[in-house]
């Protein structure tokens, strides 16, 4: 049948239809639900799961599109897949929105959670919706409580005040990654400086483990691995204490280049340097303490980036240098920041460039005592010379080398007392209190006489309660709810007060991958067994703005809950794909911009599986994609092309085959068939290229119709396009699963095509023909020829260097190396 015939199919595929009935019948079978099966091989699948924020939109689309065709995938191979969704509902937002549309947080995250359950199922997507997880419900938070007190028990969780981020827009403090760049990252307002008390979780207790498991971490992206990297920040280099004899103690450093002491002119500390307000008192108290507050008032972001220049406050105080006994001016800088190392420098302006800028704005020497290790002189007086070489005026160290000098005056440093090796974390610990309502309570009480006390086990979960007027105001709404506040000591029995801060909404979504796991325990987080079944996530999907919030959290608890013997894992997500933004226009989708499109109409108008198939074509997973309308539509034609080719099979049915075989074109589309088997099952199941195996099944169809008038005259012919449409259903189904369950069903197969096994491949046929090698030297094209695309590296060598060609060009010539790129490329280096 030509290919205009095909395009008018005898029936109109409607998409509608075709969608709700196999929706249907899953829902009716249960299709997607698992349980452990021992034996059996598991995939666990997960995206991240979303913000009940009202609507899904294309990122939720693309992401969660990913995750069912692998798992899909995955279920069609043999395996036991679990691919579980649940709600990231706890969180800011549903607060504002309570305020704005005057309802309750609870209520308006219900509403939205109905309405973008209904939008998932709508797509098609293959959810265990029995293991749903909502991080409201207290069956589930309850276990961000206990699993607090545990930490409390072992000093993991405590309590201290510190200078912290503070949204005065959202009215919350914020940890040090949500506060990146000086700005909120949920509103993006300025963050300001705000010493409070709050609760803290000792993240850096795991700082070396974090840092050393990457080495586990092989299939996770490499910028993404350096972004957890530079945050952990480690840094290996020797505690030093000054002494400062006014106030008869000491002030301790941490420098990586304890060579260049000798050449250090003064200390600097920070404008939170607990003993700030002690070094400038005097005649200038007023003035000096006016200038820490301006400074702590001023934008973190400059100073943390280096853009704010640099500025200080001489306090008239001394430190002296343990090394060589000189005595050094101690300064208060915006360019040293409390959160790094300890708050305090030795300033070296020779040797550092931000100190040797401060020394020059205030006039302070620049003694150098580093040169370089060749003799070559460093540069004029006064020059910065950064490198490691061999020290000068440095008293007994003189003459030894960068290296030399580091080990031994460490040592000498902890021989007399006065310093040690150390190593240092940029990493903070984990500030968690939030002064809001929707979210977990932290479960301990104040109590006058016995202090903090934590809520008994038996006591828990501590419940939201529900009865919180929201007006807008500074401050929790918690606080303002007596029968919340007011409550008996656990200990004594006396009044006390409950804390009034809600944890973090990332304590959520640390954790959240094991309650999937058994999300009906009652007994514990999650159950051991399921866990050990499960876990890890054998593919986690989600964005790359979440490298360092969420993953650092999300493995910090894990080897946290390994050690309170809750689990026998060290890393949760082994491989990490982190998809790319949909764009529109050039930029990222947002309602602000006005280049939102809303996939509930691209749904009605077109189908799930045309939308579905579209944004897996449009690029590959890891990489942005454009939006662009007429490319659904390509897709909405194909998938109508696709549903001409069952037309036209089923019709052959109907049709008498008296005609003959032709040999050639069996032969070339049976080949075809294979080598999309093979090509599509390594794109999806290795390479996660799931544009280009959707191109795979264009090419299919275009074989298909070009051997048709041809091979529908045969009985043997009609059997291998009925063979290609069945093949085409089944490589289609992770990707269109409506259409490819309707072909399955028309096709006369009893069972969902989800049940059905993946087509295997014959090796032979799937081969390629030739492949054509491209012959180099030194990186210039100088031949080609055909080979096997099995040769291996050696013979490929071999039949290069045996061209006539390239042994003419190779007279006279030595060969270094030859580089082979297998089935393509050879390069001679000569």
Known sequence: MSEKTAATPYEEYDAQAVEARWQKAWLDADAFAVREEPGKPKFYCLEMYPYPSGRIHMGHVRNYSIGDVIARYRMMNGFNVLHPIGWDALGMPAENAAIKFKTHPQKWTMDNIAHMTAQLKR???????????????????????????????????????????????????????????????????????????????????????????????????????????????????????????????????????????????????????????????????????????????????KRTIGEAEKEGVDTGAFAVNPFSGERIPIFLANYVLMEYGTGAIMAVPAHDGRDHEFAEKYGLPIPEVIVPKDGAPAGKPGELFEDLGRLVASGPFTGLTSEEAMDKMAALAKDKGFGEKAVTYRLRDWGIS??????????????????????????????????????????SPLEKIPSFVNVTCPKCGGPARRETDTMDTFVDSSWYFLRYCS???????????????????????????????????????????????????????????????????????????????????MIQRYGADALRLFILFAAPPEKEFEWKDDGLEGCHRFLGRV???????????????????????????????????????????????LNTAVS????????????????????????????????????????????????WSRLGHEGLVLRASWPAYDPALAQDEKATIVVEING?????????????????????LALPRIQELLAGKTVRKVVVIKGKIINIVV
């Open 123 to 301: 797509m098609g997507f293959a959810y265990d919706w029995s293991r749903e997880v909502n991080s409201c419900k207290p069956e589930n938070y309850g276990w961000n409580q206990w699993m607090f007190l545990k930490m409390y028990e072992r000093g993991l969780a405590y309590r201290a005040e510190s200078w912290v981020n503070w949204c005065p827009s959202c009215s919350t403090v914020l940890a040090n990654e949500q506060a990146a760049g000086g700005v909120c990252w949920r509103c993006g307002s300025q963050v300001e400086q705000k010493r409070m008390t709050q609760w803290v979780l000792r993240i850096t207790a795991y700082a070396e483990e974090l840092l050393n498991g990457h080495a586990e971490l092989s299939k996770w992206p490499e910028h993404v691995l350096l972004m957890q990297k530079n945050w952990i920040g480690r840094s290996e280099g020797a505690y030093v204490d000054f002494p400062v004899p006014t106030l008869n103690r000491s002030i301790r450093v941490f420098t990586t280049r304890i060579d260049t002491i000798y050449g250090a002119t003064s200390l600097v500390l920070s404008p939170e340097h607990p003993l700030s307000a002690d070094l400038v008192k005097g005649p200038k108290e007023a003035e000096l303490r006016s200038w820490i507050s301006k400074t702590i008032a001023a934008s973190r972001l």
């Open 434 to 475: 939030r002064q809001r309502y929707w979210g977990t309570p932290i479960p301990m009480i104040h109590c006058p006489k016995c202090g903090v006390v934590p809520v008994p086990y038996e006591d828990l979960p501590v419940r939201i309660p529900y009865d919180a007027e929201f007006t807008g105001e500074a401050g």
């Open 519 to 601: 999300p009906k325990e009652t007994s514990l987080p999650f159950r051991r067994e399921a866990a050990e079944y499960w876990m890890p996530v054998d593919l986690y999907i989600g964005g790359v703005e979440h490298a360092i919030l969420h993953l650092i959290y999300a493995r910090f608890f894990t080897k946290m809950l390994r050690d309170l013997g809750l689990i026998g894992l060290d890393e949760p997500f082994p491989h990490y794909l982190a998809q790319g933004m949909v764009n529109k226009d050039g930029s990222a989708m947002s309602k602000s911009k006005g280049n939102v499109v809303d996939p509930d109409a």
């Open 643 to 689: 549903w001409g080719v069952l037309q036209d099979v089923l019709a052959l049915e109907n049709e008498s085959a008296a005609g003959t075989a032709d040999a050639e074109a069996l032969a070339r589309l049976r080949k075809k068939l294979h080598q999309t088997i093979k090509k599509v099952g390594e794109d999806v199941g290795k390479r996660f290229r």
């Open 696 to 743: 795979s099944f264009h090419e299919l169809v275009n074989v298909i119709r070009k051997e048709w008038d041809v091979l529908r005259v045969s009985a043997e012919g009609r059997a291998l396009l009925r063979q290609a449409a069945e093949t085409l259903a089944l490589l289609m189904a992770p990707f269109t699963p409506h259409l490819s369950e309707e072909m």
């Open 780 to 800: 210039k094209i100088r031949d080609k020829y055909e080979t096997d695309p099995a040769t291996g590296e050696d013979e490929m060598k071999a039949q290069a």
